[in-house]
């Protein structure tokens, strides 16, 4: 199976390779880490101490920020191994970086056996940690025969994915098979790993560990905007909006404006290749607008501020009076509300959210969150606007759910300290049980 799976990998890889070298040469987009991700291991990851290893896989920036917490944990709670972060995508990676320092963080490699050999034999990790549902066949394969435990936490099968993986159950079965343990977001994720294939003795709930988020370092931006926007609002923060969605929420916000003469909208793109193009979006639609990256802290009136950069947005939400989570307005399966609940935002989503069905559906049931669709927002911002009361109770239910479901991370760290337990004493065993004569040497 594996190495029909690897020849087929390989060929989609030949035949993709136009597009990527499109895409490259474009947007710069997979040009970072292409030698890591294909095998050569960076001399940043030698470590001197030669300490044990925990390596913990997220793919992007939202996987990265639920973990981080995870990953604090496990430094604090176990010093003696060092923790390394690989990502997938260059925003991630760049995340990884800033949070975890550059001898800690690499790019994932590709689910080749000549790519991830060399990792597996450079760091030797006891643990892996993988976020979310990252299901590399060759790389879950070679990691287990490395002799790693392997754990996938926080983990969930969306509505998109469950039909396909079920479909192909019995491919999955021995890849699911190379997984130690799963922790799940929730009961339905349990059952759908299950359905795919997963051992059910393996499969436990741990609570979704996004709900463990820590606040948002004070970035200086939001200080600097505080003092800049003194006279604006109400502020309309518009957070990992994706294609399509710009022109609504502007539309949204130019009815706004009629009525709000200094109102303020922060604007931040989901994915970085299109800030330019939403900035070309801006300079077209005829309202102030001013870009972050070129921003000198200069006073802001009413208009849309463009949040062109990367890490900021969490933070900002706190100068939200009506936090509207992007990737919800269009088909994309939302983006994750619980950073505009730390800070009792009210919050308005589209009617796209299967990528974090019980989260809103938790908070629809607490009435901590508003829905709506794309021929609707304008009328319900402005009826949130209108009703002070009711945006203040939004915030407080949802900032309320937020501390009510915490404690993933903490249940999560002790699973996965008794599997490097676990493995310590399989491996101590095996030191014994190599020192014991077999019958042949006596």
């Not at 292409?34 to 939202?62: C, K, M, N, Y």
């Not at 193009?277 to 801006?282: P, R, S, T, Y």
Request: hydrophobic content about 45%.
């Amino acid at each position: 199976m594996y190495f029909l799976y690897s020849a087929l990998a390989a060929v989609a890889l030949l035949l993709s390779s136009p597009l990527w070298l499109i895409r490259m040469m474009r947007h710069g987009k997979y040009r970072a880490g292409l030698g890591e991700r294909f095998g050569r291991v960076p001399g940043r990851l030698r470590d001197p101490q030669r300490r044990p290893i925990i390596w913990v896989h997220a793919v992007s920036v939202g996987e990265l920020l639920a973990v981080s917490g995870l990953i604090g944990e496990l430094q604090r709670r176990a010093p003696a191994y060092r923790v390394v972060v690989s990502t997938t995508t260059a925003t991630g990676q760049k995340l990884a970086r800033e949070r975890f320092g550059d001898p800690n963080a690499f790019y994932f490699p590709a689910d080749f056996a000549f790519a991830v050999r060399p990792y597996l034999r450079a760091l030797r990790p006891e643990l892996v940690v993988i976020a979310e549902t990252e299901f590399w066949p060759n790389f879950l394969r070679l990691a287990r025969q490395a002799g790693a435990r392997i754990a996938v936490v926080n983990a969930r099968i969306s509505d998109r994915s469950f039909p396909r993986y079920r479909r192909f159950r019995a491919l999955m079965r021995p890849v699911l098979r190379q997984v130690d343990v799963f922790l799940t977001q929730g009961e339905e994720d349990r059952r759908r790993l299950i359905a795919i294939g997963a051992p059910a003795e393996r499969v436990q709930v741990g609570g979704n560990v996004k709900f463990d988020l820590k606040p948002a370092g004070a970035a200086p931006t939001v200080a600097q905007l505080k003092f800049a926007i003194a006279g604006s609002g109400p502020v309309l923060v518009c957070g990992s909006t994706v294609e399509g969605e710009e022109p609504i929420v502007l539309r949204a916000f130019d009815a706004i404006r009629r009525q709000y003469s200094n109102a303020l909208m922060i604007l931040a793109p989901r994915h970085p290749e299109r800030f330019q193009q939403v900035a070309d979006l801006l300079a077209a639609c005829g309202m102030p607008w001013w870009r972050r990256s070129h921003w000198d802290s200069s006073p802001i009136s009413s208009g849309v501020f463009l949040l062109d950069t990367i890490g900021e947005l969490a933070s900002i939400y706190e100068l939200a009076d009506i936090a509207l989570v992007g990737g919800s307005l269009v088909p994309r399966g939302g983006h994750n509300i619980l950073e505009a609940a730390q800070y009792g935002a009210a919050i308005v989503v589209g009617p796209h959210t299967v990528n974090f069905r019980d989260m809103v559906a938790l908070f629809l049931r607490a009435d901590a969150v508003v829905v709506t669709n794309a021929d609707d927002l304008p009328a319900t911002l402005l009826n949130l606007l209108a009703e002070e009361n009711r945006r203040h109770d939004l915030g407080a239910r949802a900032r309320e759910i937020l501390h009510a479901n915490a404690g993933a991370t903490a249940r999560t760290v002790a699973v996965l300290e008794s599997l490097l337990a676990s493995r310590a004493g399989a491996a101590s065993e095996s030191v014994v049980a190599s020192r014991i004569p077999s019958r042949l040497e006596r």
